[in-house]
């Protein structure tokens, strides 16, 4: 009987490092505590399941999970890492440019990967990160 692999070996050591930060770091300043600790339970479930390394293999970046959103030296936007939003909801399908979400009542949702260059993008542990307008960094989800 061959043993699976282990999951962890397939993730970019980038990502393990950022979520080892989320898990033992303070609440961010820069959202509120129930969300912190959704992210934080999101980040646990998805550093482990197959859908990481599905996701390591299309080159998503650290930012791409849990970025704030972000403006770079040159003015340009980006919005916030997918992992924001998934607020518990299992993951069913994962591409290149999104993830699809299911909640326990059935409903699908679409949560597209932020736009805008990576180095615009703020990470929860940077000394600078600010408290958004409406303390949602959430992605839009498309529909």
Known sequence: M??????LTEIPP?????WSRIVVMECS???SMSRWWALRA???YWIV???AARAAE?????????GLPGTSAAGERRGAGVLWSIEGDGIV???AAEVIVRSEA????RLRLPTGPAEAAVMPWDPDAAAPEDDDPRPAAAA
């Open 49 to 51: 399941s197959p859908w």
């Open 106 to 109: 059935g409903a699908r949702r």
């Open 29 to 31: 300043p820069a959202v």
């Open 42 to 44: 999101d980040s646990a």
């Open 14 to 18: 980038k990502w393990l490092e950022a």
């Open 58 to 66: 299309f080159g998503w970046s650290i930012a791409d999970l849990w």
């Open 93 to 95: 399908a994962l591409t």
């Open 2 to 7: 061959t043993q699976a692999p282990d999951a």
